[in-house]
């Protein structure tokens, strides 16, 4: 496996340190799960999410740092799957609605599609740091 796509795991989850539980279990369910996902073992991976949700870990966070993981190794439908379960789990977080629109957007070339999760993600959160790139993006499609 590559470490590499690991450490950008861990980096991204850094950011969220805040919201996160620092405990040791914590971090041994996380690194199991990253290191299931890396092997191509979806399944275990979520088990592993179902316990660190269990923790106060929400799956749907996981599954956006492994998203992101999926983009950067170009496997984007998995990508797409993650995002869509996340969003699945988590309805109304503007992030989510915003990383699916961008993948639509610039990589799968959904325009319908990416219309409707970057309009989502602007009404979920019209102030966001990203709110005048999406604004752009959609009076540019339509």
Do not use: W
């Amino acid at each position: 496996p590559d470490y590499g796509d690991a450490a950008a795991l861990l980096e991204a989850l850094e950011q969220r340190r805040s919201s996160l539980q620092q405990t040791r279990e914590f971090f041994q369910l996380y690194g199991g799960a990253v290191v299931c996902f890396m092997n191509g073992d979806l399944g275990a991976a979520l088990r592993s999410a179902q316990a660190l949700y269990k923790q106060g870990f929400e799956e749907s966070t996981l599954l956006r740092l492994l998203a992101v993981d999926c983009t950067q190794r170009g496997e984007y439908r998995k990508a797409e799957a993650m995002l869509l379960r996340a969003i699945e789990l988590n309805p109304y977080d503007y992030d989510l609605h915003f990383r699916l629109g961008g993948l639509y957007y610039s990589i799968l070339g959904d325009r319908g599609r990416a219309l409707e999760h970057l309009r989502r993600s602007l009404s979920l959160d019209p102030l966001q740091e990203n709110s005048r790139l999406i604004q752009g993006i959609i009076d540019k499609l339509g």
